[in-house]
């Protein structure tokens, strides 16, 4: 690896490695100061367990920072560029560097949400080609597998190794990679039984459908805003399939492992990776189903190709 520089791309990327504590808190506290310093914007989105070690490790410093617990706020890897880095980085005024904190892989995480994360890290570097932000992503390698370790590589252009502050340009770069790699398809949904809701769908058939969808929910466990939310997710995944997978497609709705799922599959092919992860402009119209889908969901997971496109919504009951 050779030392990196950043004169020439405005988007810096790096993932830190990091053992134990102090190497943790050596990394994320230095970059933290020198946003300080220099009078930019600072933000920290990391587990809350992190946040607390970071807020004790500032102290009063740590007024100027805005504090995120992504256990929260990134639940849903889909809904992180749009929701928490983007969302900070647009409301800072323009020409000013804005540097964030973001760790969306930790211990613990699923192996449902794990393909979906590493997707979200290789799609920051396109979310933020030619702006001026520095986005400093944590791996724990006391904890992380060698499979996600091996993937920081390969989503971050730039990777400080554990107990350095040496930036190394990481020769295994190769975000689209990832990408590619992780659109897996999906296990197949339930195709019977009781506590499981199927149909297909055609524009006519839209408001039926939707409302025995929302149904099925309530008799599954969901109630106020998650039901809601279903009913909202439903419509948005349905509607699109309409418009833009071929006028037609199949509605699933059933419980599993604490969740109750929702899955549309239709014949079209999803060809943005950032669909559903950019923030819409203010004066665009439509466009906001895929975002609206991330921002309601505790879990997005995403299969598309040439047979067509699966969307799988996770709300937790």
């Known amino acids: 690896m050779t030392t990196a520089t950043h004169p020439v791309e405005p988007f810096v990327h790096p993932a830190l490695f990091y053992a134990d504590t102090d190497q943790y808190l050596a990394g994320t506290v230095s970059f933290i100061r020198t946003g300080l310093a220099a009078g930019e914007p600072v933000a920290v989105a990391v587990p809350n367990e992190n946040l607390a070690l970071i807020r004790d490790a500032l102290g009063a410093d740590g007024d100027a920072v805005r504090f995120l617990d992504m256990r929260e706020a990134g639940r849903n890897p889909g809904r992180i560029i749009p929701g928490v880095l983007r969302a900070f980085a647009d409301a800072q005024p323009a020409g000013r560097r804005v540097h964030i904190i973001g760790e969306p892989i930790w211990a613990g995480r699923s192996p449902d949400e794990y393909p979906a994360c590493a997707q979200h890290e290789a799609l920051i570097n396109a979310a933020f080609q030619g702006r001026e932000v520095s986005i400093l992503c944590p791996y724990d390698t006391s904890r992380l597998d060698e499979r996600v370790l091996a993937d920081a590589h390969a989503t971050h252009p730039v990777v400080i190794p554990a107990g350095s502050t040496a930036e190394l340009v990481s020769p295994a770069y190769d975000p689209d990679g990832v990408v590619a790699r992780y659109n897996l398809p999906l296990p197949p949904a339930p195709g019977a039984g009781p506590e499981v809701f199927g149909a297909a769908f055609a524009e006519d058939s839209l408001s039926a459908v939707r409302h025995l969808a929302t149904e099925h929910g309530a008799r599954l466990g969901l109630a106020g805003t998650?039901?809601?939310?279903?009913?909202?997710?439903?419509?948005e995944l349905t509607t699109n399939s309409v418009v833009h997978g071929g006028g037609t497609g199949t509605l699933t709705v059933w419980p599993q492992d604490g969740y109750v799922l929702c899955e549309v599959r239709d014949k079209?092919?999803?060809?943005?990776?950032?669909?559903?992860?950019?923030?819409?402009?203010?004066?665009?119209?439509?466009?906001?189903?895929?975002?609206?889908?991330?921002?309601?969901?505790?879990?997005?997971?995403?299969h598309t190709g040439p047979e067509g496109t699966t969307i799988r919504s996770y709300l937790g009951r």
């Open 226 to 235: 998650a039901l809601e939310n279903l009913a909202l997710i439903t419509a």
């Open 268 to 302: 079209g092919r999803l060809a943005d990776p950032l669909a559903g992860r950019r923030p819409p402009a203010r004066d665009q119209r439509g466009g906001r189903g895929l975002l609206l889908v991330n921002l309601l969901s505790d879990l997005v997971r995403v």
